[in-house]
């Protein structure tokens, strides 16, 4: 089991671009969380989904910021317009349905926006 | 509203001394509590649950609930314990964790 892949790794913005942060769970894994990390902080809760489903969207900015998980493929999460404070880096995580939390979690996406 | 406190962002010990990182939490009903821990250059895993009270890589930690704290303690540190330890918070039917900021330790040769 690869463990949970995402991609890309470092990706660098310029203010006003998008950004486009993929994430493959685990296999057999259909819960998957994004979480960001600021400088100095602790990881935060972005959103929850499972497969074609938002579950759980408290932690998302009101703005500019989405994601989806569609029944075939990664889930993506979307930064529209980025600004200098969207640079952080941020880590999708899955688990098992019945191990909620008991996550795993991928390497993380560094967003660096210019 | 719930909150994990870690009170040393930096924690340096010795091989051999033993080793406590400090997790308080606040939640009004009753929380899972997860220690997890990043190498240097690895992702984020797991380490320990509470609800699980087992020991991994010689690592214990008791949920004390009138003290609000679940400590992660070793006995006797080694050098590759040296990493980051978060210590996360799960809320009573809760999806997400909830983390403190973190405690980078340090284990001198």
């Known amino acids: 089991n690869a463990g949970v892949m995402q991609n890309p790794r470092h990706l660098v913005r310029r203010r006003g671009q998008e950004a486009r942060l993929r994430c493959s769970p685990m296999?057999?894994?259909?819960?998957v969380y994004w979480y960001r990390q600021l400088p100095e902080e602790g990881l935060k809760f972005m959103v929850y989904?499972?497969?074609?489903?938002?579950?759980?969207e408290s932690g998302m900015p009101k703005e500019r910021f989405s994601a989806e998980f569609p029944k075939e493929g990664p889930s993506i999460l979307r930064i529209q317009q980025v600004v200098r404070g969207d640079s952080a880096a941020y880590f999708c995580?899955?688990?098992?349905?019945?191990?909620?939390?008991?996550?795993?979690f991928g390497p993380g996406t560094r967003l660096t926006v210019t | 509203a719930q909150r994990v406190t870690q009170p040393e962002k930096l924690l340096s010990v010795f091989k051999g001394a033993p080793v406590e990182l400090k997790c308080n939490y606040s939640?009004?009903?009753?929380?899972?509590l997860f220690w997890y821990v990043q190498y240097s250059r690895q992702r984020l895993q797991l380490l320990l649950r509470?609800?699980s009270r087992e020991s991994i890589k010689g690592f214990t930690a008791d949920l004390n609930k009138g003290e609000t704290s679940f400590h992660l303690k070793k006995p006797f540190a080694q050098e590759e314990d040296s990493a980051m330890y978060y210590c996360?918070?799960?809320?009573?039917?809760?999806?997400?964790?909830?983390f403190g900021t973190g405690t980078r330790l340090t284990v001198i040769p």
């Open positions: 509470h609800i």
């Open positions: 939640y009004s009903g009753s929380p899972e």
């Open positions: 296999k057999g894994h259909s819960h």
């Open positions: 996360a918070l799960r809320g009573t039917g809760a999806n997400n964790l909830f």
């Open positions: 995580a899955s688990s098992p349905p019945s191990h909620l939390g008991e996550q795993y």
């Open positions: 989904l499972q497969k074609e489903n938002i579950i759980d």
